[in-house]
């Protein structure tokens, strides 16, 4: 049976300041992110499995998504915890902001990076994530392909 690809869109809206950048965007700032998320598999072939001819249900994808990105970064302000962006950090977690410490430089390029590994560590062994799309403006994405990485 052929390989599919299937490809499921979200959004969310996240904050975020880039420590040390040379541009408006070491500002804290935010973004109405779009996320397309591409895997690939073969159809279940199973006439007796209730999810006979899909490659994954579009709503375990979501539900994977969701979980580890969507809810997660919607309405958070992200910052590079090894940056003295930790001080501001800790101030608006005092004023009951919803922030996120994370290891990177919190880039398009980055946050990319940091999707496909979480979304890969939970999606079941027959389908494999094909791609990812991180969209920060309307003209502006950075992408993540499985072939780029392997």
């Known amino acids: 049976m052929s390989s599919i690809r299937i490809t499921k869109q979200f959004s969310f809206e996240t904050g975020h300041a880039?420590?040390?950048?040379?541009?408006?965007?070491?500002?804290?700032?935010?973004?109405?992110?779009?996320?397309d998320v591409t895997v690939i598999g073969k159809p279940i072939s199973d006439h007796t499995n209730v999810k006979f001819g899909m490659v994954i249900d579009f709503s375990d994808l979501k539900k994977i998504v969701k979980e580890e990105i969507v809810d997660v970064f919607d309405h958070a302000t992200v910052f590079n915890k090894n940056t003295p962006h930790v001080e501001l950090a800790k101030e608006l977690q005092e004023r009951d902001h919803n922030v996120l410490l994370v290891n990177y430089q919190p880039t398009s390029e980055?946050?990319?990076?940091?999707?496909?590994?979480?979304?890969?560590?939970?999606?079941?062994?027959?389908?494999?994530?094909?791609?990812?799309?991180?969209?920060?403006?309307?003209?502006?994405?950075?992408?993540?392909f499985a072939s780029d990485n392997d």
């Open 18 to 35: 880039l420590y040390g950048y040379d541009g408006k965007c070491k500002n804290v700032h935010g973004h109405s992110y779009r996320l």
């Open 110 to 144: 980055m946050m990319v990076i940091d999707f496909a590994e979480k979304i890969k560590n939970r999606l079941p062994k027959t389908i494999t994530l094909h791609s990812l799309k991180l969209q920060e403006t309307a003209t502006s994405y950075a992408q993540w």
